[in-house]
């Protein structure tokens, strides 16, 4: 499974942003899909995860509200919409996918990982 994740760039306090995340390769496997986000110097930190049926999500306390994932069945991408962004919000976003834990918080718990993509939140 390859994963690649795209959307990240400059963004003022309080604009939205979606990220996408596209899923290639063997993925009639996948059980869950996430995303994480790194700082610099921090252990990458989990965002928010969905199962692949999308029957169930689960997000960080520090993002529920404002963060959305999703995900398009027929193109297999999946999605984080963010909205009222925060300087707090600055840091590369990484998806990643797993093909038994499901809807999952840890790190360890994901055994596909795509490349970030850098989210600067920036006035």
């Known amino acids: 499974v390859q994963l690649q994740a795209s959307g990240g760039g400059l963004v003022q306090p309080g604009d939205s942003l979606t990220l996408s995340c596209s899923a290639s390769?063997?993925?009639?496997?996948?059980?869950?899909m996430a995303w994480f986000r790194e700082v610099p110097g921090k252990e990458r930190e989990f965002v928010a995860a969905?199962?692949?049926?999308?029957?169930?999500?689960y997000y960080a306390d520090s993002v529920r509200g404002r963060f959305v994932i999703s995900r398009d069945e027929s193109t297999k991408m999946t999605y984080l919409q963010i909205r009222k962004l925060e300087a707090d919000d600055t840091a590369v976003y990484y998806c990643?996918?797993?093909?038994?834990?499901?809807?999952?918080?840890?790190?360890?718990?994901?055994?596909?990982w795509g490349k970030g993509t850098l989210v600067t939140v920036s006035s």
């Open positions: 990643a996918a797993n093909t038994g834990a499901g809807v999952n918080w840890y790190r360890t718990a994901y055994e596909y």
């Open positions: 390769g063997r993925t009639t496997g996948l059980a869950g």
């Open positions: 969905r199962s692949w049926s999308g029957l169930s999500q």
